[in-house]
Structure formats: structure tokens, C-alpha cells
């Protein structure tokens, strides 16, 4: 399963699991394209398919069950075209609207707060 270790979001002593930095559905192209991530220990480079992870932060009940919840909602929002409204074009740039009855603020401020937390850690 994954490497046993304690938990960094509940704080208990479980199995750990490759959790996405980034999750993966914000990378577009992840089936085709590949990216780079950088070892700050060597400095070596490598190609990653689906985004960079750790093994080393999070049970995969957090991860699956709790982080979750907030990606999905900025999935739902940021990445679906239905909740995008472009209020103004131009040839160089778009201006989107995002209405406050078509998101929930909590979870999607709690998602930017979980990218910068799972970066940190």
C-alpha cells in the first residue's frame, strides 16, 4: 500500500500515499504531456506524466476524503466551462465573472490553502 508514517493533515500514524502537490486534474495536457519536477536535495531534473507528489505527507483517508472535497470544488469552478463566464474579450486577454451563488467560497479558499499547505510540507 504505501510507506507507513505519520499523517502531517490528522497528526496519526498510518500508511502514506503518493499525494499530488497539485492535483491532477489542474494538469490539462497530463495524458499527453509530460513535466518536469526538480529534487531541491540533488538538483536533478525528472519527467513526471501526472504532476508532482509526495509520499511522505498524507493517509490516503485525508488525501481521498478531506483535500478532496476542496479540489473538486475548484475543479467544478476553475476548469469547467459551465461556471466560466467571460464578461469581456479582446484579442490579447478575457475577463471571466465568477458569481458568488455558483461556488462555494469556503471550499475553494480552502483549496488554495491546501496547494500552498502541501507545497510547504
Same mark, same amino acid.
Given at each position: 500500500m504505501g510507506n507507513k508514517g505519520k499523517c502531517k493533515f490528522c497528526g496519526e500514524e498510518k500508511n502514506l500515499i503518493k499525494a499530488h %502537490? %497539485?492535483?491532477r486534474n489542474f494538469y490539462v495536457g497530463?495524458?499527453?504531456e509530460k513535466y518536469r519536477s526538480v529534487d531541491t536535495q540533488t538538483g536533478k531534473w525528472t519527467h513526471c506524466q501526472s504532476g508532482i507528489y509526495d509520499k511522505s505527507i498524507?493517509?490516503?483517508n485525508c488525501d481521498g476524503k478531506i483535500l478532496k472535497l476542496f479540489d473538486d470544488e475548484a475543479y467544478r469552478v476553475l476548469l469547467n466551462s459551465e461556471y466560466v463566464h467571460p %464578461?469581456?474579450?479582446n484579442l490579447s486577454s478575457k475577463l471571466f465573472e465568477?458569481?458568488?451563488?455558483q461556488f462555494n467560497y469556503k471550499l475553494l479558499r480552502k483549496f488554495f490553502i491546501s496547494v500552498l499547505w502541501r507545497a510547504s510540507v
Open positions: %502537490i %497539485i492535483p497530463r495524458r499527453t498524507l493517509c490516503s %464578461i469581456q474579450e465568477f458569481r458568488a451563488n
